[in-house]
């Protein structure tokens, strides 16, 4: 999992934000953030491969469980020159919310 992504925040740039910390408290301590889940699907879409990896997490001082997905765009091959474009997004409880780029 990449450590951090970016929120676009119009003229102002980009802003990062930390992927690893608990997206409901911000608890940033690593070990009581479990990872229960990790899954890595690659669709071929034309000539571009959308690359799709989810990541359960369960943060164990709030009790959150949610996800990450991360989905990757690339032309012909999956490596990090073709990379297109990141897009990032958070879900609890099926509702999917964009997050940011990276
Ligand atoms: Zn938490």
Redesign the pocket.
Known sequence: MPDKAYFPLGRRGMEAFNLRE?M??G?ENEEELELLDKQDVTEKEENNLLNIKTYKVK?N??G?TYKIIIKSLYTNEQTEENRMVSTVHYTENGEEQWLGVF
Do not use: G, I, T
């Open positions: 608990c409901k408290c608890n943060c001082k709030c959150a």
